[in-house]
Structures are given as C-alpha cells and as structure tokens.
C-alpha cells in the first residue's frame, strides 16, 4: 500500500467493525493496483452516525462501505439514491463527490456476481427460487432475483409475520417456516439468509430429500465456509456456492468508484482474505 498526503482514503462504517474483512479485502486490491491510498475501518455508534458521515466528507475521504448498523440508516442523509437501494430499503456504498453523499446497494449485484461465477450454468429463470429468511439480506436477494427473471420467489422466515410482510410488499409467495422442506419440490435455487449453520450458531435443520438434484445451493455466510447446509447439497450432486464470493464481489464497484481501478475477484485474493 503506498501511502502520501495526497492518498486516495475509504474504509467501512459499523458498529462493530472490527470483525470485517473488507480492510484485508481492498487492501490487498490497493497493493495489487499500487494505488496511493488506505481504507480504514471506522467504529461509529449509531448515535454518532451523522455528525461522522459529514465528517468524513469533509476530511476528503472519496467514500465508505456501510455495516451493521448503518446500512437504513444512512438513506436519509444521502443526497442521492439508486433506485435499486430505494427498492431494497438500504445502502452499503457511498461516493463522496463535491460535498454530495450518492448512495448506493451492490449487495444485489455481489450476490449475482457469486452465483454466475460459482455456478456458471445456473439460469435465473429455470425455476423458482426458495429464500430462507425475511431480513435485510432476504429482502436485497429477493429483488436481485426478481430483476434477474426469476419466475417465482417463495420466502420462509422462522417469524411468519415478517415473510409474510416482506412477501405481501414484493408480490411474491409467502411459505410457513414448517413447510419449508416441501417447498423444495420444483425449485431451481435454495438461498439460505438466516444466521441458522453460522458459526456458534444453531444448525439449519432442513431435509433436502424433495430438492431437484440440478437445483444450485448458495449460504450467504462464509464463517464456516462450507456450512453443513452446502455440505449436504453437495453430498447429493447439488451445485454449491459458498458465501464469501458476495463480499467479494459487492466490494468492486466501491472501490472502482473510490480508487478508480476496476478489480477483480481471483482464486489469490479468496485465499488472501480467509488467511485474515
């Protein structure tokens, strides 16, 4: 990383942070691009949100990434919004320019980005596709998959009233919690958002005996790596896409916009970043 007074400045906003991987992650890509320039993770209280986003633009940084707890909150302090953050309800990516916050959400596209190149064959619209979970998460994968053309999105959430709503507002079908294994039936793409078969976490207990063998199989976190949920699709010949590669990819049109090199995601740079 080449640092000068002149450095090029980023990071990512939470409360915590000190558990990202996105430092390691642009990081790696700065000394990759030699690009004079840092991003730093910043510890901000929500309390304390607004006076250090301002703050930030005024010390020149180009922008930041937004975490828990920030990633709703921030929407009302941008100057601008993509229409796909003001659809999904959230921003994770801001751009600093002449004293203006743009806001954005490439969750969506990280998401995609994962499952393109994790499962090449994968069709978006070859079947429906079965959300475990109703949050944040569930809700900017529900609409990356509406826009990609998938032709049905079921939701199952633990708490039914929260798929329920998230279903009614998306215009897609709500399943109960316990009929989640016979929703499997005819799908073509299982995504897992909840915290169930995260690590220190309690298992995700679901039977894939009714899953289409050629349905592909993704877990949105990657601590463990290969969750049991992933392990199982694989036992049975089920394609299966890790969650790590949509931190990954989500992270590029940030640093694209901030540092002005487009980056990619390589099999060097996974390894790099689990090293962490």
Not at 172 to 201: F, H, K, Y
Not at 208 to 232: F, M, N, Q, S
Request: hydrophobic content about 50%; proline content about 7%.
């Amino acid at each position: 990383m080449i640092m000068s007074g002149r450095a090029r400045l980023a990071g990512v906003v939470g409360w915590p942070v000190g558990h990202s991987l996105s430092p390691r992650l642009h990081g790696f890509w700065l000394d990759r691009h030699g690009i004079d320039g840092a991003y730093l993770p910043l510890a901000v209280e929500p309390e304390k949100f607004e006076s250090a986003l301002r703050g930030l633009v005024d010390l020149g940084f180009r922008g930041v990434n937004l975490t828990i707890p920030h990633k709703q909150a921030a929407l009302a302090l941008c100057n601008e919004v993509a229409p796909l953050a003001v659809r999904i309800g959230a921003v994770n990516t801001l751009v600093f320019e002449d004293g203006r916050i743009q806001g954005s959400n490439t969750d969506a596209f990280g998401f995609l980005e994962n499952l393109r190149h994790g499962a090449p064959d994968w069709d978006p619209a070859a079947g429906p596709a079965l959300i475990l979970g109703a949050g944040g998460a569930a809700r900017g994968i529900a609409v990356a998959l509406l826009d990609a053309g998938a032709p049905e999105l079921r939701l199952a959430n633990r708490t039914a009233a929260r798929a329920a709503d998230l279903a009614r507002e998306l215009g897609v079908t709500a399943v109960p919690w316990e009929a989640r294994g016979a929703a499997l039936e005819d799908i073509g793409l299982l995504v897992n958002t909840t915290s169930l078969g995260m690590t220190d976490q309690p298992p995700l207990d679901l039977d894939l005996d009714r899953l289409p063998t050629a349905a592909v199989v993704t877990d949105i976190v990657y601590a463990p790596l290969e969750t049991d949920l992933l392990a199982g699709a694989r036992a049975r010949g089920n394609p299966a896409v890790d969650g790590l590669g949509m931190l990954l990819h989500q992270a590029r049109p940030g640093f694209e916009a901030w540092f002005g090199a487009a980056p990619e995601v390589t099999a060097e740079l996974r390894a790099f970043v689990l090293a962490g």
